[in-house]
């Protein structure tokens, strides 16, 4: 499902085009064949996709590095199942999460991703295939742009998150690691568009050769998990797809008329092999986040190092150290934990958001400069200009320091407020 922050930015592109080109009206289903009301052509759509694919995957952990070979499998599956789609010539891309919150969603254009926290709940390829067939379904049949047209034409505005935080002191850094990759933020689409891509995941799957039972048997696992204490964790998941009864009975029926296929069992077993091995110390992390929720920090940080036991490449276990340590104030050891989650997932935005921070506390301005900077180019948020801001106007740089102030002046929320009283500040001075 497509992250709502994604679908908001997309949304209003989608309607300026419209408007500046002309092409509001109905375009044909890929899939269906059906007409529908679309905003955008679908070059645009590829675009729009391509453009956004590597932020949304920045706002919700990132890419999963402990184990590349997993990476490979999910997207040689994934490519199998694109192959034999309605729309074959979309650039897909798939991506496994380092998000513990089970779930899966696509971007226009065939960007699809799966978290981590999905996948130990699946058993076989099969079930694999009825995810990434349902999620290649969404983009071949173009759901998101529809939804998202739909929604601009009825006035109604699309759900507006943010990939950006509550703004967060130097003396407060506990909660802005967190914030930044946390759970998906995701766009409800219509039950028809849900069992339309059961349907035709379903086809999909039979085409690349797997046992369409696989949708089946993950719709039933879906109604049992989302029964009484079970459903916890799982709301992100449940909201855009919601399990039922009248859903598996739907997919038993399409079934039937299939023909058989291969659940690979084994293979998948194998495959995600690592993250069974990981789940104690997987485990023992989002028990230290549930605390820091309690204000236990004292509770979170020994459960932080009992996960780093666990599994030592894991960077996550250390920027949440890092978090913990700055919330103590211990600033020069919270930098060495930052030091260690870049060394361990160089590719993160906030790892070096959080160490320019920490770097601007201990007044390293240079180094700050640096890491503040790097972490734009990942992902490009009011905080880091923010504190570019602070950084340079520290350092007696007025133009440069006013000239970061403003970007993160025209956000939102507490960060856009203090940006707007140093753009005042350093504009009366002048």
Not at 411 to 417: F, K, P, R, V, Y
Request: aromatic share 8%; net charge positive.
């Amino acid at each position: 499902m497509i992250p709502r922050s994604i679908s908001n930015r997309l949304g209003a592109l989608a309607l300026t085009a419209a408007v500046t080109t002309g092409l509001a009206g109905c375009a044909v289903n890929p899939v269906t064949g059906k007409k529908e009301l679309s905003l955008m052509s679908q070059s645009q759509e590829v675009a729009l996709g391509e453009q956004q694919y590597p932020k949304a995957q920045q706002t919700q952990g990132g890419e999963y590095l402990i184990d590349p070979s997993l990476q490979r499998y999910v997207s040689d599956v994934g490519q199998k199942l694109a192959r034999v789609s309605d729309q074959p010539s979309l650039p897909y891309e798939f991506v496994v999460l380092n998000n513990g919150t089970p779930n899966a969603w696509a971007l226009p254009g065939g960007k699809i991703a799966i978290n981590r926290g999905l996948l130990v709940l699946l058993e076989d390829e099969a079930e694999l295939a009825a995810v990434l067939g349902h999620e290649i379904v969404h983009a071949a049949a173009r759901h998101s742009a529809a939804a998202m047209s739909q929604q601009q034409i009825l006035g109604a505005g699309l759900a507006i998150l943010g990939a950006t935080t509550q703004d967060t002191a130097y003396g407060d850094l506990i909660s802005l690691g967190s914030q930044f990759g946390g759970s998906a933020y995701i766009a409800k689409y219509g039950r028809d568009n849900e069992l339309e891509s059961d349907r035709y995941g379903m086809k999909y799957m039979v085409a690349a050769g797997y046992d369409p039972y696989g949708a089946v048997r993950l719709q039933k696992k879906f109604v049992e998990l989302s029964k009484g204490k079970q459903a916890g964790g799982l709301e992100a998941l449940f909201a855009s797809h919601p399990p039922s009864q009248a859903r598996v009975d739907a997919n038993i029926q399409h079934a039937k008329k299939l023909g058989g296929g291969v659940t690979r069992r084994s293979e998948y077993q194998r495959a995600i092999a690592q993250l069974k091995r990981d789940a104690d110390a997987y485990k023992k992390y989002d028990e230290a986040v549930a605390a820091v929720k309690k204000k236990a920090y004292d509770q979170a940080l020994a459960l932080t190092r009992e996960a780093q036991k666990r599994q030592p490449k894991e960077a996550a276990f250390f920027a949440l150290e890092g978090d913990l340590l700055a919330q103590k104030k211990q600033y020069q050891s919270a930098l060495q934990s930052y030091e260690t989650a870049v060394q361990k997932n160089p590719s993160l935005f906030s790892n070096w958001l959080m160490r320019g921070l920490l770097n601007a506390q201990l007044k390293n301005y240079t180094a700050a400069e640096r890491d503040l900077q790097r972490s734009t180019r990942y992902l490009d948020t009011p905080h880091a200009h923010y504190y570019l801001g602070q950084v340079y106007e520290e350092q007696g740089n007025t133009k440069s320091a006013l000239s970061h102030y403003q970007i993160a002046a025209k956000s939102s929320g507490d960060i856009a407020s203090k940006a707007q009283a140093r753009v005042q500040a350093l504009s009366n001075k002048g």
